[in-house]
């Protein structure tokens, strides 16, 4: 990555570090209702994959989807609105947490159903092929996605129809409570499943920007000449529980600690470091992400609440909900 | 054209006149391609249109469905078969969870315009696994329309308005009527969803009807009106939307009602009409509701247990006697 590449990506992953940090104040102040599924450790996949596509590409995530959102062009101020349940939310309010969806910019979903949207990001990728287009999909999930039905089913007809997808799993070694290690048969939960569907399946440090985007940025450029798909396992670790009912106790100490110490912003601040960019610049892209998180906080406070008739708009296309003449 | 045509040629040639009158409608699902589908709903179209655009699929029923979903929230118009409605079980979360929620829960950001097609109902003795009518259970889910066509020429019109809906469509094409001819409709026919049909007039009784039950209930008419007793026959053609407005003015003519359904009683579609005309048209009423639906077992495998079952013509002329008494 260039160093000024570099150092976007770090401000995007400091925004999103702080989006999540208020996220998770704002429901223990009561203004958040439901629940979220934090991925502040895991930043480094969605901005390093933001950094490998072209913006025209297609984006699936899952209910733990606030930091592929922001790296797909939401603004932090839509996303805690939505939280909020505010009118200015990204999806009116009508989503919440884990449906955070941004179209315009090609961030087609945040999907509950653990697993479900890999197949539409096969059918995105088909879609891309039949008009022509070069454009990319990407699947992100979690390691126990990969134990579903239709993560396999999506493996193989994205190999037998050569599809430009990539499936990108994030394994922070946990389902919700359970390790994925005691539930599964393979060591690689992702990665070690691709061959059997005649497909690439590698590993990458999930917390190392550099490494994803490279990654990314290689298995692109082979789908989009043809080669079909990939599977990409990013090794990361979240670092608050699955949701905000889960204080996490069933993690040993020294593997909390251990992966903590391999955060994915202390990385690039290395990696950064490495590439020349001093400290100031990266306190200066610090600042920039505290204030743009901080007057989100603030607008989305002060956004009202939904209109109440937008509970029966939107189901269908005409924007009504009427189901009888 | 030839001046009849099967409903299970009017499926392929409905499909045929939507791809050929616009380029992003694509079809995927098992054995639809050179095979022409296992109920030979889907032949001529691959050779018409190539395999860029019929897409032959794995015994993938998730992938499918989830895929078509994929490509219709990206410019697509795809029609996906599934090959018997009871598989669809096999891809429920993706007509249940995932396609007739995405528009509401992203607030209207995306649209998902795609046909989900499927063989539905009893009849050819396929035993329980390949022969529920299963309509109802897309009823319970909101977002979703939901066509279940009686004729071949509503076959052609309907599948031309499911496909060019900008709204999903699940398209129950029943096993039973298959084979059963009709005249094929001219160019550009155009079966707009939710508009019923008043398929026979009468001034006595209104049934309501959907697919295979359409003829039955107009067997069972004929039947009646050797005894006197002239019913209005009502083909819904449409569960979403539901055309409740032709229901209460056949009411308000003929002040009885029958619903005739392959499905259950239990959940069924004519719990739905007969509650409409509880809440708004009780005043048409000169007589009690009666419902023949399936009963709520499997179906059978014998041709003699399934009769017992399933709505029959007897059952229906029987139902309507009563009420005529009433
Ligand atoms: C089909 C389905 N089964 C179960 C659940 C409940 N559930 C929600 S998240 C989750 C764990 C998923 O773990 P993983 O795929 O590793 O993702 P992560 O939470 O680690 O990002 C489960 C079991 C669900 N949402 N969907």
């Not at chain 1, 390691?143 to 493996?155: M, Q, R, Y």
């Not at chain 1, 505290?290 to 906080?297: D, G, L, P």
């Not at chain 2, 409709?185 to 009807?209: I, K, N, Q, Y």
């Not at chain 2, 005739?260 to 708004?280: F, L």
Request: glycine residues 10%; contains cysteine.
């Amino acid at each position: 990555m260039e160093p000024a590449g570099l150092l976007a990506a770090y401000e995007r992953m400091a925004v999103i570090r702080r989006t999540e940090k208020a996220a998770h104040d704002l429901f223990l102040h009561g203004l958040v209702k439901g629940t979220t599924h934090l991925a502040a450790g895991q930043e480094a996949i969605a901005v390093g994959a933001s950094a490998a596509l072209r913006p025209d590409d297609y984006v699936f995530a899952t209910y733990r989807g606030h930091h592929h959102a922001l790296a797909r062009g939401a603004t932090p101020e839509e996303c805690l609105a939505e939280l909020m349940s505010r009118a200015t939310g990204l999806c009116r309010a009508k989503g919440g947490s884990m449906h955070l969806t941004k179209a315009a910019t090609g961030m087609l979903g945040s999907y509950a159903i653990v697993g479900s949207h890999l197949p539409m990001a096969v059918g995105a990728a088909w879609s891309a092929r039949l008009r022509g287009t070069e454009q990319l999909a990407v699947a992100f999930f979690g390691d126990g996605a990969t134990n579903i039905g239709a993560f396999h089913e999506s493996l193989n007809l994205a190999a037998v129809w050569k599809l430009p997808v990539l499936f990108v799993c994030e394994n922070n070694l946990y389902m919700e409570y359970t390790p994925i290690a005691d539930v599964t048969a393979v060591p690689r939960p992702a990665a070690d499943r691709a061959p059997a569907y005649g497909i690439p399946g590698e590993v990458v440090d999930g917390n190392d920007v550099v490494a994803v985007a490279e990654a990314v940025g290689r298995l692109a450029a082979r789908a989009r000449a043809g080669d079909g798909p990939a599977v990409l396992e990013a090794e990361t670790y979240r670092h608050f529980g699955h949701s905000r009912a889960d204080p996490a106790t069933y993690r040993p100490a020294e593997e909390v600690e251990r992966w903590l110490k391999h955060d994915p912003l202390d990385l690039a601040r290395g990696r950064l470091a490495e590439l020349g960019i001093g400290a100031e610049a990266v306190a200066e892209a610090d600042e920039r992400a505290r204030a743009v998180v901080e007057r989100a906080i603030e607008a989305a406070k002060a956004a009202p609440p939904p209109d109440l008739r937008e509970a029966l708009t939107d189901v269908w296309a005409d924007g009504g909900a009427a189901w009888r003449t | 054209m030839a001046d009849v045509i099967t409903y299970r040629d009017a499926v392929a040639e409905g499909i045929a006149r939507e791809m050929r009158r616009d380029a992003s409608v694509v079809c995927l699902g098992e054995d639809i391609g050179a095979a022409g589908g296992v109920f030979k709903t889907t032949v001529g179209l691959h050779k018409e249109f190539g395999p860029g655009r019929v897409w032959d699929t794995p015994i993938s029923e998730q992938a499918i469905v989830g895929a078509a979903m994929g490509a219709a929230l990206t410019g697509m118009r795809p029609v996906a078969e599934i090959m018997f409605s009871d598989f669809l079980a096999c891809c429920w979360d993706y007509l249940a969870n995932e396609i007739p929620k995405v528009r509401y829960m992203t607030g209207g950001q995306v649209t998902v315009p795609l046909v989900v097609r499927t063989a539905n109902g009893g009849g050819l003795g396929f035993g329980a696994q390949h022969s529920q009518a299963t309509e109802n259970w897309a009823l319970t889910v909101p977002g979703l329309k939901i066509a279940a066509p009686a004729t071949p020429a509503d076959v052609i019109g309907m599948l031309a308005a499911a496909i060019r809906s900008d709204d999903p469509v699940v398209f129950f094409e029943h096993k039973a009527l298959l084979a059963t001819k009709g005249t094929p409709p001219p160019p550009g026919h155009l079966v707009e969803l939710g508009r019923a049909a008043v398929v026979r007039e009468g001034a006595d009784v209104t049934l309501v009807a959907l697919a295979s039950m359409v003829p039955l209930a107009l067997r069972a008419a004929d039947v009646l009106s050797g005894e006197g007793i002239e019913a209005e026959v009502i083909d819904l053609r449409s569960l979403v939307p539901l055309d409740t407005a032709t229901v209460l003015a056949s009411l308000s003519r003929t002040s009885r009602l029958v619903t005739v359904e392959e499905n259950p009683y239990q959940g069924g579609w004519g719990a739905t009409v007969v509650s409409v005309v509880a809440d708004e048209g009780f005043g048409l009423l000169d007589a009690p509701v009666r419902r023949v639906t399936g009963e709520c077992v499997p179906l059978p495998f014998a041709d003699a247990l399934e009769e017992q079952v399933v709505p029959t013509v007897d059952k229906v002329v029987t139902a309507v006697r009563r009420l005529a008494a009433y």
